[in-house]
Structures are given as structure tokens and as C-alpha cells.
């Protein structure tokens, strides 16, 4: 506890310098701004913003400025959601379930409110969570042999795979053409420039930000223009912003439960928010004596996912932090940025970097507070944007996403480059395939190749060391266990319903 | 042979397709052995795991002909017109970018987009292109300080 308590507060001095609050409060404020814009989630804002963050010295700033607009966006997303009943990203679905039609009733400042507040506790105690998981799991992973890091991400893949929405063998199938994708580029045993068909900027490999740009960039731009129906926004009706007695009265549990459900499927490779605000949702209508009023606008259908969604954001840090391996498409991201930074993210920067490691878990309490502050007062200002229309936002995004892309290397072919994954992305939506997954075994395909390199090269090609080594063995069996569990009827009919929200 | 869910068959054959595709220009190079893996070995385990993949999940779509359901999961039509403008404005931009500089490629983005929107109108395309020519030059010029060029290369030089 007291050892706790010293981190933190390691943490809290490098993250209450003036340079450092300043940077947070740009990285929430570009990421509510950024993840208001419906049809836009966290994952292409921080594409999006990343090269904002390549001139800055300090890596400690970039990441706070990164996790900033990480949960900027997620809380932007869900003020979208309310009052659009548009979700701006996957785990902000739920909320437009319940949200938008608190809206319609006049409720959608009461239903922000708690979404905020909600929220604001669910990071406090996933902050807590963090500080004081995070050094057992790094002593447990210096512990880890090339066989268990191996064996590990087979299960974070295994994991994101069950998650997805829709078949699992379709998600499988994609993880395995990210971890395809990943092997384009020179191979760092042998030096060959694989795939890369005699064209110099292949040789290092495909851009993580031109895949990311391509595939939930652009292409959810294509299909939002493909829909013409009109959504209404319920920008007038905000008037007061206070919940009712009766409203807070009910919002307490729920936040309670979600926030505890939501820290734990975070920690989980694979899960994240999304499956943290589905799994709240339906545990909310599940325990409720009037689950009929779910769907029609019930504040705890706002509350508890809301908290869930939160908590799990957060909490997905943890086993990029402690373990170096990204479990979301985010927490990839964020890996692509620390080693712009030249930090290799693993088990060793909690100890070698104490000020970034505890500065930035520090700094994600002191960003949802300045969200608190950012979306309550302020939530004029985020209506006033949704009330331009989707033709002049989306010229926008795109060249956003275009300059983005070009500064990654100031280079026109990282701009280029996003085309197929575009057209990838699309073809993705139209034939039922989740995205998500590829960018997930994108960034663990030559990470995954190298340990299983090496795991056999120790044990001479013999490929019982997986079995053969009590933690590997324990992580392929877990991942066995899960993939058995999703072949049950019982379980597929259960996760399909979660996924649907009723 | 009736067809039960044509979004499956055909991202079978996709995934089929890079299976085969990664397996077939893996052949380049050296194999190795599992003590000694070579560039080629790790692509063609997972080329050949996502042509199995790919190939249960078209099989899957098809379904057998005493079949019930009428019509099955059909695909949904393409919108021609928004993607192709869509990925027509990126080209564009990046093509005409390092030697008309960001000012002309930003309004060459923003005016072969926006007819992508069935709500086009010119006068809101008009505002904002004037809009985000402000906010590029701002944000990205002067305050990222972005390292490209500014105007066509027969101007400036």
C-alpha cells in the first residue's frame, strides 16, 4: 500500500507539471472534439493525431497527450451516441440504445450527466487498478521465456477472436491475414524484404496508421455516405443538465456494477470497451425488476455501460504496460507511438522509465477529471458540432485523415497505402467480416514470428516446449478452453445475444 | 446447388485468395527448418492455415439444396458513386500534393469528396473549403509545423 501510494505520487508529480497538464488537456480536448463527429471512433482519431505528437521531445507528454485523446474520443463517442443516436465507435453502441431515447423524452441532459459522472468514477478506481496491478503482473511477465510470450499472444488473439462480433471462424481467419499483412517488410533475422515487390517504402513494412486510416477511416466514411436516412439531433431539448433524485438515486449501482465488471473484461486480452459495455448493459437488464424499460430510455442502461466502458478502456493499458503486448487496436496504436519515441513497451519501463510509466497512469485520472470539467459546462459547444451536417464534416475527416497519413514519414505513399486497406475495410463490412481483429494480428505478426523463432531454436525445433513449460501450457490452455467455450451452443446463442444489446 | 449466405462464401474465397497468394510468393524464399526458421517458414504455415480457414467458411456458405430458406444472406449492393469518389479524392490529393503543394491538393480533396454526399450542395462546399483552408494553415502549418510543401512547385520556385 505505502509502496502504492509512492508510485502514485511519483506518477502524480511528473504528471502536475505545467507541460504535462497542458498536453492532457489538449489530448482531451482534440479527442471529445474529434470523437464528437459521429462515424468516428477513438482508434482513427488517435490515427489521426499521432503526428501531432512526433515533434514533441518529452515521450511522458506524447503519451499523456495520446491516452488523453484516447479517452477524449471515447467520451466524445458517447455524447454522439446520446444525442444522435449515432455511436462514434463499437462501445458506445449500448448507449444509443437507452441514451437517445432518454434524449427523445427530453432527458438528454440528465443522460450526459451521468455518463460523465459515471465515468469519472470508473476511471478513479481503474486508476487505482492500474497502479496497483501493474507491478505484480511486470514481475510475473520478466519470468516470461520466448515460449510464454508466444503462448500469451496466441491467447490475446484467441481472445479478440471469440469477442468479435459474428462468426468466429471468419475472425479467425482475419487475425490470420493481420498476422500475414504484419510479415510484409524486411525480415530482421534474415534481411530479406519480404513481399515487398521491389518497392523501396514495402521494405519497411506497412504503416500501422495507413491500415488503421484505411480500414475504419475511410471505409466507414464510404458506408455512412451509402445510408441516406436522416438523423435527428436533439440539440434543443438539453436544457438542464441535472439529474433527478430518483435518477442519481438509480445511476449508483449500476455505475458500481459496471465499473467493476468493466476494469476486469479490460484487463482481458481482447475485450476492451466494447465487450465491457455489452456485457453491462445486458447484466443491467438481466438483474432489473423492470427490464421492459430497457431500450426505452432507462437511466441505468446509460449508467452501468457507460462506467463499464470506461473502466475497460483503462484497465486495456495494463497488459500493454506491464506485458509489452497491445490486447485492442488501440492499445496497438499506442505501442506504435512509444516506439516512435524509442521506448520498447515491456515489462522493463516500469523500472527503467518510472516518471513515464507512473506519469502516465497518473495522468489518466487528471484527464477524466478535466473531462468532467471538459463535457459538463462545455456541452454546448460539442452540440453546436453535431448540428453541421455529415457533407461538410466528412471533407473534413478525410483530409485529416490524408495529412495525418502523409506526416507519418512526409511521405505521399503512406497516403497511397491506404487505399487497398479502404477497399479492404469496405469489402470487410459488406461480407459480415469484423475489422478489428486484422489490426490487432497486424501488430503482433513479426512480434509472434520472432518468439516462436526463437522458442524453437532453444528447445532445437522440438515444438513440445509450449506444452512442456507450466506457464505457456497454462496460456495455450486457456486459449483452448476459450475457443472450445464459443463452439458450445449454449455459450454462441448467449454471446450472440450480448452483441445485440437485447 | 442453392447458395445459403452469399457473405460467406465470398470471404472465403477473399481469404482463400491471400492464402494462397502468400504461400505462392513465399516460395521465394528459404524455408528452414522449425530449429531454423527461414523468412518463408512462419507466411506459408499461416498462408496455408488461411486457405483451410477460408475454404470451411465458403463451404459453410453453401448450403445443401434441400435447403428452406428461400433466398439466403445475400450481399449488399455497392455504392459505386461514394466509394470510388471517396478513393478517387485521396489519390488525387496524395498524386498532385509534392508538386502543387497542400493548398491545391486540399481543394482538389475537398471538391472531388463532397459529391460523394447524395446532400451535396456547392454552397456549403464552398464554406467548407474556405473553412478548412484556414484550419490547415493554422493547425498544420504553423502550429505542427509540417514539414510540406506549401504552393505548386511552378510558383514558388
Redesign the interface.
Given at each position: 500500500m505505502e509502496l502504492l501510494l509512492s508510485n502514485l505520487a511519483t506518477g502524480f508529480s511528473a504528471a502536475a507539471t505545467a507541460q504535462n497538464l497542458m498536453y492532457c488537456f489538449i489530448g482531451v480536448t482534440l479527442g471529445t472534439l474529434i470523437g464528437v463527429l459521429p462515424g468516428i471512433g477513438p482508434l482513427a482519431t488517435i490515427a489521426m493525431l499521432l503526428?501531432?505528437t512526433y515533434?514533441m521531445t518529452d515521450p511522458t507528454s506524447a503519451l499523456i497527450m495520446l491516452a488523453g485523446i484516447y479517452y477524449g474520443a471515447q467520451y466524445g463517442g458517447s455524447t454522439t451516441a446520446i444525442l444522435v443516436n449515432l455511436p462514434g465507435e463499437s462501445s458506445s453502441v449500448v448507449t444509443t440504445l437507452d441514451g437517445y431515447q432518454m434524449a427523445r423524452r427530453g432527458r438528454a441532459g440528465p443522460a450526459l450527466a451521468v455518463a460523465a459522472l459515471g465515468s469519472f468514477f470508473a476511471g478513479t478506481v481503474a486508476t487505482f487498478l492500474i497502479a496497483a496491478f501493474a507491478p505484480p503482473l511486470a514481475e510475473l511477465a520478466f519470468k516470461f521465456g520466448p515460449a510464454e510470450y508466444f503462448s500469451l499472444m496466441v491467447l490475446g488473439l484467441i481472445a479478440a477472436v471469440v469477442l468479435a462480433h459474428g462468426?468466429v471462424?471468419?475472425a479467425?481467419?482475419v487475425v490470420?491475414?493481420g498476422?500475414?499483412l504484419g510479415?510484409i517488410g524486411t525480415?530482421v533475422?534474415?534481411g530479406?524484404a519480404?513481399?515487398s515487390f521491389d518497392i523501396p517504402e514495402l521494405s519497411d513494412g506497412i504503416e500501422f496508421v495507413a491500415v488503421a486510416m484505411g480500414m475504419f477511416g475511410?471505409a466507414e466514411?464510404?458506408l455512412n455516405?451509402?445510408q441516406?436516412d436522416k438523423r435527428e439531433v436533439f440539440t434543443s431539448k438539453v436544457s438542464g443538465l441535472f439529474p433527478s433524485a430518483g435518477e442519481l438515486r438509480s445511476s449508483v449501482w449500476p455505475v458500481l456494477r459496471g465499473t467493476t465488471l468493466g476494469s476486469f473484461l479490460g484487463i482481458l486480452p481482447g475485450g476492451g470497451a466494447v465487450l465491457a459495455s455489452f456485457s453491462a448493459y445486458a447484466l443491467e437488464k438481466k438483474i432489473s425488476r423492470t427490464p421492459e424499460r430497457f431500450g426505452k430510455g432507462a437511466i441505468e442502461g446509460v449508467a452501468g455501460p457507460e462506467a463499464a466502458n470506461n473502466a475497460g478502456a483503462q484497465t486495456s493499458f495494463i497488459p500493454m504496460l506491464t506485458l509489452g503486448i497491445p490486447t485492442t487496436p488501440v492499445m496497438a496504436l499506442m505501442v506504435a507511438a512509444m516506439m516512435i519515441h524509442n521506448i520498447q513497451p515491456g515489462p522493463q519501463v516500469m523500472t527503467s522509465n518510472p516518471t513515464l510509466f507512473w506519469g502516465l497512469i497518473a495522468s489518466m485520472w487528471v484527464g477524466n477529471l478535466f473531462l468532467v470539467i471538459l463535457n459538463l459546462p462545455l456541452i454546448g459547444i460539442w452540440i453546436k458540432l453535431l448540428t453541421v451536417?455529415?457533407?461538410?464534416l466528412?471533407?473534413?475527416i478525410?483530409?485529416f485523415c490524408?495529412?495525418g497519413a502523409?506526416?507519418i514519414n512526409?511521405n505521399?505513399f503512406d497516403?497511397?497505402m491506404?487505399?487497398p486497406f479502404?477497399?479492404l475495410g469496405?469489402?470487410?463490412k459488406?461480407?459480415?467480416?469484423e475489422a478489428a481483429p486484422l489490426l490487432l494480428g497486424f501488430v503482433l505478426g513479426k512480434l509472434?514470428?520472432e518468439y516462436?523463432?526463437r522458442a524453437?531454436?532453444i528447445?532445437?525445433?522440438?515444438?513440445t516446449v509450449f506444452f512442456t513449460r507450466p506457464l505457456s501450457a497454462t496460456l495455450l490452455a486457456l486459449a483452448a478452453a476459450l475457443l472450445l467455450l464459443v463452439l458450445l451452443p449454449s455459450f454462441s446463442r448467449t454471446r450472440e445475444q450480448a452483441f445485440q444489446g437485447d | 446447388m442453392h447458395i445459403k449466405n452469399q457473405?460467406?462464401l465470398?470471404?472465403g474465397i477473399?481469404?482463400m485468395g491471400?492464402?494462397l497468394a502468400?504461400v505462392f510468393?513465399?516460395r521465394d524464399?528459404?524455408m528452414g527448418?522449425?530449429?531454423?526458421?527461414?523468412?518463408a517458414y512462419?507466411?506459408t504455415v499461416?498462408?496455408g492455415?488461411?486457405t483451410v480457414?477460408?475454404a470451411?467458411?465458403s463451404i459453410?456458405g453453401i448450403g445443401r439444396s434441400g435447403d428452406s430458406s428461400e433466398t439466403g444472406v445475400r450481399?449488399?449492393p455497392?455504392?459505386w458513386r461514394?466509394?470510388l469518389l471517396?478513393?478517387l479524392?485521396?489519390?488525387a490529393?496524395?498524386?498532385t500534393?509534392?508538386s502543387m503543394g497542400i493548398i491545391v491538393s486540399?481543394v482538389i480533396?475537398?471538391w472531388l469528396?463532397?459529391p460523394?454526399?447524395?446532400?451535396?450542395?456547392v454552397k456549403?462546399?464552398l464554406?467548407?473549403t474556405v473553412v478548412?483552408l484556414v484550419?490547415?494553415y493554422l493547425v498544420?502549418v504553423r502550429g505542427?509545423?509540417?514539414?510540406?510543401p506549401f504552393l505548386p512547385r511552378f510558383i514558388s520556385s
Open positions: 503526428p501531432a515533434r462468426s471462424i471468419k479467425l481467419a490470420v491475414l498476422l500475414l510479415m525480415d533475422n534474415s530479406v519480404r513481399f475511410f466514411i464510404i455516405l451509402e441516406r451536417p455529415y457533407r461538410m466528412f471533407p473534413a478525410l483530409l490524408c495529412i502523409y506526416s512526409n505521399v497516403v497511397f491506404t487505399i479502404a477497399i469496405y469489402v470487410f459488406k461480407l459480415d467480416c509472434m514470428e516462436l523463432r524453437l531454436t528447445s532445437r525445433g522440438d515444438p | 457473405r460467406d465470398w470471404s477473399l481469404f491471400f492464402g502468400f510468393f513465399a524464399y528459404t527448418t522449425a530449429a531454423k526458421m527461414g523468412p512462419f507466411p499461416l498462408g492455415v488461411l480457414l477460408g470451411v467458411i459453410n450481399i449488399d455497392t455504392g461514394e466509394l471517396i478513393l479524392a485521396v489519390v490529393f496524395a498524386a500534393l509534392p486540399i480533396l475537398i469528396s463532397s460523394a454526399s447524395h446532400e451535396f450542395k456549403d462546399t464554406i467548407a478548412l484550419l490547415s498544420f505542427l509545423e509540417l514539414q510540406f
